[in-house]
């Protein structure tokens, strides 16, 4: 079966076809660096890299943009407070951002695009915009008019019929309530070149909203239309509709094929987690609680359907850490074990076929959960038949390839980063080879890309050596 996901466009399963076979260029949004993350981002960032993992392991080739959102109100509020720039504030967040990915092992996007690196193509986005008037200025702030756009509201299945259309907001989140005409940039504050948050832009210096940066930057470098774009379904409305309503104003193309929306992580008592809310839950106080790292990523990408709410409990994670434990004891149990010259022909036959569903499971919008159903009735059925006795070399070897079908989704199994060492060992033996080759223009991009990633080399004379750094202005080139 081919890959199947939930459009929220659609409102149905569709077959998974991009614009390019093969490729696919997918946007998320990413963190907006005013605090820690707590857990409910963090469900929707390790969403991003169940996506990407299993785009993958379809067969897609991809390019996957995430970007930083480093300037927004609260930003502004928290530096102001702080009496430090907006750079200055930030700064510590985005690191952590990026520690919180690397213990959750989310894989690194292609791109981590920062806003504040990003204003000349949201500059010229909003030119267009006022050129063929979807946009306005008013009192030097610059708004989107929702009132030129019949499609706003197509995506969250908006009735419009009820709600007030043509107030104007500036504040970059916003009631649901009603239907606004949303800030594009701001006028410069006083105050705002001391925070370093003020630019020049030919409709008056200011700042930009926070919806235009997804639109400028998903085009830079995804192009008009991405094939995919995801975030949290709390951003549906407005977020969303804003970047469908800004980008396809602006390029007169569809902007996103396929929409994905992962759900809200509760707390224990079922309250969603917020940060605006108060009381919200980050990595750093599981870990501290004693919790692995690992156990929340599973039961974060693997205890329930990425569209399905999700309760924060301790009963849960311990859950998770146990479902954890079980493989891995299985796949040190198999690696231990002396294959016999046995018949397993039965066991070989119960692998393949619990793979088979495993990847149909998968192939249906990413029903992990489901997967590993089938998963652990087949890691029961091996340990009982270890429990009776030897077992062949293929009933080893079926069993480690379920086992690694599993880990290339969940990557919990082994300790270290083996994934990211292989693919990073072979990009600098192509360095190695560009450089005797004296192309040095394709080493020096190969030691770029790995710099966007998140890796530093070391020329030394033992060879290339190489070590993580925290991106910090990702995708400038
Ligand atoms: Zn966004």
């Known amino acids: 079966m081919p890959l199947r996901l939930h459009n929220t466009l659609t409102g149905s399963k569709d077959v998974f076809e991009p614009q390019e076979p093969g490729k696919a260029r997918v946007y998320t949004c990413g963190p907006t660096v005013w605090n820690y993350a707590h857990v409910g981002n963090l469900r929707a960032f390790l969403f991003y890299d169940l996506l990407r993992r299993h785009l993958q392991v379809a067969g897609f080739r991809l390019t996957h943009v ?3 959102t480093d300037i927004d109100d609260r930003i502004l509020d928290e530096a102001t407070h702080a009496g430090v720039t907006i750079a200055e504030y930030t700064r510590p967040f985005a690191e952590a951002f990026f520690e919180d990915m690397r213990a959750l092992r989310a894989q690194p996007a292609e791109q981590f695009p920062r806003a504040t690196g990003h204003i000349p193509e949201m500059v010229a986005m909003i030119s267009v915009l006022l050129e063929h008037e979807y946009a306005y200025v008013a009192d030097g702030d610059v708004y989107f008019r929702i009132a030129s756009f019949p499609r706003y509201g197509e995506l969250s299945h908006l009735d419009r019929a009820g709600l007030r259309v043509g107030v104007r907001v500036a504040r970059d989140k916003y009631e649901k309530e009603s239907v606004s005409d949303f800030a594009l940039w701001k006028k410069a504050q006083p105050g705002d070149d001391h925070l370093g948050s003020a630019w020049d832009a030919p409709f008056g210096k200011g700042r930009p909203g926070w919806h235009i940066e997804c639109s400028a930057m998903s085009k830079r470098y995804l192009g008009e239309t991405l094939d995919i774009h995801a975030g949290g379904v709390d951003l549906m409305f407005p977020h969303h509709e804003n970047e469908i309503a800004q980008s396809e104003a602006a390029n007169g193309k569809t902007f996103a094929r ?12 079922g309250a969603k987690m917020s940060k605006s809310a108060g009381g919200f839950t ?13 156990a929340v990523r599973f039961f974060l990408i693997a205890s329930a359907h990425y569209r399905q709410k999700l309760r924060l409990t301790d009963d849960a994670l311990h859950a998770a850490a146990e479902q954890v434990r079980r493989l891995r004891d299985l796949l040190q149990r198999l690696s231990a074990v002396r294959p016999a010259d046995v018949d397993s022909q039965e066991l070989v036959e119960t692998a393949a076929r619990a793979r088979a569903l495993y990847r149909d499971s998968l192939d249906d919008d990413l029903n992990l959960p489901r997967g590993l159903g089938h998963v652990f009735d087949f890691v029961r059925e091996v340990n009982s038949a270890l429990d009776r006795g030897p077992i062949s070399e293929a009933g080893v070897s079926a069993s480690l390839g379920l086992l690694a079908d599993v880990d290339a989704h969940l990557d919990v199994l082994k300790d270290g980063e083996p994934g990211l060492a292989a693919e990073v060992e072979r990009l600098i033996a192509e360095r190695e080879d560009a450089r005797k080759a004296k192309d040095f223009a394709r080493s020096d991009r190969i030691r770029e890309e790995l710099r966007q990633r998140g890796i530093a080399l070391e020329d030394s004379k033992d060879g290339v050596r190489w070590k993580r750094i925290a991106v910090t202005e990702a995708g400038r080139s």
């Open 66 to 68: 995430m970007n930083l």
């Open 258 to 269: 396929v929409w994905l929306h992962s759900e809200h992580l509760a707390d224990a008592t």
């Open 282 to 294: 980050t990595l750093r106080d599981l870990t501290a609680a004693g919790h692995d790292p690992l």
